[in-house]
């Protein structure tokens, strides 16, 4: 017939003349169709049509093409062409889902087939509806509870997920190597918590079903498909029309994604009005899963599974506003340095929750902004990223200033866990990292970053060097608050290496506890303004502690002169004075005042005598360190240095410390006790 338009409405077999066929003749492959304004037309049947050139089908605006819930059988719609809606799809209701049937829609398929010659065309040139509800499972998504081994033939869930006989399984790796993902496909329906399966003939890997570290189970079969003729030769889908509104769950789309401009995979070519919703639906074996390519665009994407992707899993290249990415599984790509989730570009109203990934060959949540004046990060509402088993970092996040994450586990990845750049005023809520290849964290760049709980740790199987890793710079004010280094497994190190950059002010911890023999890894290699200080060290009250490069400070509670705790100073460095904390007074215009202070060398001590410093004071006309007083007793003695500091040239805040060097092993120290100012 060639090019069939429309004469009314009514089924897809319908042989009524104008109801909706012209003549009553059914349109079929080497036919191109139309359903014009006005009309619907019910899928009842196999459908192919198309002509091997442009569109093959195409729903005009105010026309409507649907699958209805009481279909009496399971149909595919093969499109030799390009499927067009401009008008309104409607695969079931959200009132009426299908639900005992199968939908399969395949596209490019051609006699001369090559990737991305025909693809679907949503809103095309015309605001089009696209609403697809399929069958719900009581579970899309479950973790293993007990260990599975290479060769097994059975998985046990953590709860009893009613999954049917070929449903296709994703099991995700979980030790440290990013490659170990596996499909399986059941061999008959769950048993309680028993899933058997027949493909592979057995697990070619272990995964582990314990603890934090159970691998996630999902399930990727659903009863409507968008895939492809031939698995060989992935389609496309493209969205375009601000008033297109898309809602689409339990639907799969397989093999949908190109290697062509706007062809991707479902890419967005227009900003939308009203999110288009993804939900309970499973993306899997395209170039993406999803692909942003437009400024101020909306998605609402939600208990998703992105599978097998090429490239990134889910891929924000431009703006997104008023936006939801939450429970979404990422699992497994196959192309080095693309990642799980990848944002390069700002979002703004937009909530980022629940987001696993696992087997990625890059990092597993990258948020990344490349404009120089950064992302305000108080636009994003973020919770519970997890991420592991990743060929390189975790969780990377870079020039995004003011964001608050709620709960990052990252854990057993190639490279780094959680990898922070230039990220000033951020604060992550409860932190957990373990087992990442050589360092838990690293920030670089990140003034006045607060963590506030977790647990930093190596890993029996899979050890970590350091906990929090060195080479950072421009790191002002960071501060981790009651946080656990290396308390379940040590570091194999260190719990710190300390930054060592031009620009580097310190780091505070308080109330943390730090539990590698090494807390601090070579700490005298920091620069001379730099410290990391620990303020109820090992979170017991009173208890401080301070490395600095010339030596540690720390309250000493055993050896004292009149009550605990006296402040000890242990010495790196025989040519570099370790100072103690500073003495503060007042000083009036003119006046003098006494200074003394209590000192003890330990028995092992034989450096440079302790000495009693007043330290240069400009404004008092104090232009250089004035030493008041150098200890004489012998080791293991208390000694009293006293001196009188200068008259001030008007009133004045004077500083005195105590110094001492002894470059050889630990245990020569001294303790400083009981300040007097008369």
Not at 39 to 65: M, P, R
Not at 292 to 315: E, F
Not at 336 to 345: A, E, K, P
Not at 599 to 626: C, F, H, Q, W
Request: charged share 15%; glycine share 10%; with cysteine.
């Amino acid at each position: 017939m060639g090019a069939v338009t429309t004469a009314g409405s009514g089924a897809w077999s319908s042989t009524t003349p104008d109801a909706p066929w012209p003549s009553g003749t059914v349109p079929g492959e080497g036919d191109t169709v139309t359903i014009a304004n006005g009309h619907t037309v019910t899928i009842d049947q196999n459908v192919t049509i198309g002509s091997d050139t442009g569109a093959a089908l195409t729903i005009n605006s105010g026309g409507k093409l649907q699958v209805l819930y009481t279909v009496a059988g399971s149909y595919t719609l093969t499109c030799k062409g390009d499927f067009v809606v401009n008008g309104t799809l409607e695969i079931g209701t959200v009132a009426h889902p299908l639900v005992n049937q199968t939908f399969t829609i395949l596209l490019n398929y051609s006699a001369t087939l090559s990737a991305g010659k025909f693809g679907m065309k949503i809103g095309d040139s015309a605001a089009a509806t696209v609403t697809i509800q399929g069958a719900s499972k009581t579970y899309y998504a479950t973790t293993i509870d007990t260990d599975a081994a290479d060769t097994d033939t059975h998985v046990h869930s953590a709860v009893n997920t009613g999954w049917k006989d070929n449903d296709e399984l994703v099991l995700a790796p979980t030790g440290r190597t990013y490659s170990e993902t596996e499909l399986l496909v059941m061999d008959g329906d769950a048993s309680d918590d028993v899933i058997d399966f027949d493909s592979p003939a057995g697990l070619a890997y272990d995964h582990s079903g314990t603890g934090q570290t159970a691998a996630e189970l999902v399930n990727i079969t659903r009863n409507i498909k968008i895939g492809v003729y031939n698995t060989t030769y992935p389609s496309y889908i493209t969205v375009k029309n601000a008033g297109t509104v898309i809602d689409v769950d339990w639907c799969r789309f397989d093999y949908i994604g190109a290697a062509a401009t706007g062809k991707h995979s479902i890419t967005f070519l227009t900003a939308l009005s009203t999110a288009a919703s993804f939900r309970y639906c499973a993306f899997t074996n395209g170039r993406y899963g999803i692909f942003n390519d437009i400024d101020d665009n909306r998605l609402d994407i939600q208990d998703t599974i992105i599978y097998n992707t090429t490239l990134h899993g889910v891929y924000i290249a431009d703006r997104l506003v008023d936006s939801t990415l939450s429970n979404l599984y990422i699992i497994k790509n196959g192309t080095t340095n693309h990642h799980g989730l990848y944002i390069t570009d700002k979002v703004s109203t937009t909530t980022i929750s629940n987001i696993y990934t696992s087997g990625i060959y890059g990092t597993g949540i990258y948020i990344f902004y490349a404009a120089s004046t950064g992302q305000d990060g108080a636009g994003i509402t973020a919770s519970n990223w997890v991420s592991h088993t990743n060929s390189a970092a975790g969780v990377s996040i870079q020039s995004i200033y003011s964001l608050t994450v709620d709960t990052i586990k990252t854990y057993r990845n190639g490279g780094v866990g959680l990898y922070l750049t230039s990220v000033p005023d951020s604060i992550v809520l409860s932190l957990t990292a373990f087992g990442n290849n050589t360092n838990n964290i690293i920030i670089v760049g990140g003034n006045n970053c607060r963590f506030t709980g977790g647990a930093i740790d190596s890993d029996a199987t899979y050890s970590t060097t350091y906990g929090l890793g060195g080479g950072q710079y421009s790191n002002i004010g960071i501060i981790f608050e009651g946080v656990t280094f290396g308390s379940t497994t040590a570091h194999s190190t260190a719990d710190i290496t300390p930054a060592t950059g031009v620009g580097d002010m310190g780091l505070t911890l308080v109330k943390c506890t730090l539990s590698t023999s090494d807390e601090v890894y070579q700490y005298y290699n920091q620069l001379g303004g730099q410290a990391v200080y620990s303020h109820d060290h090992d979170n017991t009250e009173g208890t401080h502690k301070i490395w600095k490069r010339q030596g540690i400070i720390e309250t000493d509670a055993s050896v004292y002169k009149t009550a605990a705790p006296s402040e000890k100073l242990t010495p790196y460095y025989a040519d570099e004075k370790l100072e103690s904390n500073s003495k503060y007074f007042t000083c009036a215009d003119g006046a003098t005042k006494t200074v003394k202070v209590w000192v003890r060398k330990s028995a092992a001590y034989d450096g440079d005598e302790p000495r009693l410093i007043l330290k240069r004071n400009y404004a008092a006309g104090v232009t250089t360190d004035a030493v008041l007083d150098t200890m004489t007793a012998a080791v293991e003695t208390w000694e009293q240095l006293s001196g009188v500091c200068t008259a001030p040239s008007e009133d004045t805040v004077y500083e005195v410390v105590v110094d001492c060097a002894d470059g050889t092993a630990a245990g020569h120290y001294i303790n400083v006790d009981d300040w007097t100012v008369e």
